[in-house]
């Protein structure tokens, strides 16, 4: 496989947690000795288990944002990753696309952690996807003057995916306000570059 080529066309960030995810996965589904669906034991290991977090297992919730529960969940997962993650790196580079994710996963399980049960345990990207799927929104938001329909859209793009039995919507609530942020932020300083440039 030449990485050159998917590192070009993905981005060097996106892509290169894209094999994160996949190997992960290769390793859960390795453990459960089944590639469809993981194990309770493996999910309570490397993903998070709010039990475990509370008594030592502190790198859970940075852990668990590359573990996924079965093969359709990192199918979704990675999919967007690809489609999201290399149109925010394209926008803001690698090392910001990195640190979205990073902080997202982060915040969604850390909010995981203190308003769900120590008996819950999750796994999945969705935090930090739903970090980038912010960062988009709220970018283009304020490069195009429409605030209040950026957070519209990302208001449905959360109820539409954080209503099903069995969802961690606090995970993507937690990821979604930092990515949403974060892409404020950083909407404000190309905005400014554009008007610099005369494209306002």
Same mark, same amino acid.
């Given at each position: 496989?030449?990485?050159?080529?998917? &590192?070009?066309?993905?981005?060097?960030?996106?892509?290169?947690? &894209? %094999?994160?995810?996949?190997?992960?996965?290769?390793?859960?589904?390795?453990?459960?000795?089944?590639?469809?669906?993981?194990?309770?034991?493996?999910?309570? &290991?490397?993903? +998070?288990?709010?039990?475990? $977090?509370?008594?030592?297992?502190?790198?859970?919730?940075?852990?668990? !944002?590359?573990?996924?529960?079965?093969? /359709?969940?990192?199918?979704?997962?990675?999919?967007? #990753?690809?489609? !999201? =993650?290399?149109?925010?790196?394209?926008?803001?580079?690698?090392?910001?696309?990195?640190?979205?994710?990073?902080?997202?996963? #982060?915040?969604?399980?850390?909010?995981?952690?203190? #308003?769900?049960?120590? @008996? $819950? $345990? @999750?796994?999945?990207? @969705?935090?930090?996807?739903?970090?980038?799927?912010?960062?988009? /929104?709220?970018?283009?938001? *304020?490069?195009?003057?429409? !605030? +209040?329909?950026?957070?519209?859209?990302?208001? *449905?793009?959360?109820? /539409?995916?954080?209503?099903?039995?069995? *969802?961690?919507?606090?995970?993507?609530?937690? =990821?979604? /306000? *930092?990515?949403? #942020? $974060?892409?404020?932020?950083? =909407? +404000?300083?190309?905005?400014?570059? %554009?008007?610099?440039?005369?494209?306002?």
């Amino acid at each position: 496989m030449n990485l050159e080529h998917y &590192f070009a066309r993905y981005g060097r960030a996106t892509f290169t947690f &894209f %094999l994160i995810n996949v190997a992960v996965y290769v390793i859960e589904a390795l453990l459960s000795k089944n590639p469809f669906f993981i194990s309770w034991k493996v999910l309570a &290991f490397l993903g +998070q288990w709010n039990y475990a $977090v509370l008594h030592g297992a502190w790198w859970q919730p940075f852990t668990a !944002m590359f573990v996924h529960v079965n093969i /359709i969940h990192i199918g979704f997962n990675t999919y967007f #990753l690809l489609a !999201m =993650g290399s149109q925010l790196e394209r926008i803001l580079g690698s090392r910001r696309l990195a640190m979205i994710y990073i902080l997202s996963g #982060l915040a969604g399980n850390l909010l995981t952690l203190a #308003l769900l049960p120590p @008996s $819950v $345990v @999750s796994a999945g990207a @969705s935090g930090a996807l739903f970090g980038i799927a912010g960062a988009l /929104i709220t970018i283009n938001g *304020v490069i195009g003057r429409n !605030m +209040q329909g950026a957070i519209i859209n990302a208001l *449905v793009l959360f109820l /539409i995916n954080s209503i099903l039995p069995g *969802v961690n919507a606090y995970a993507h609530l937690g =990821g979604l /306000i *930092v990515g949403m #942020l $974060v892409g404020y932020y950083y =909407g +404000q300083k190309i905005r400014r570059r %554009l008007s610099w440039w005369g494209y306002y």
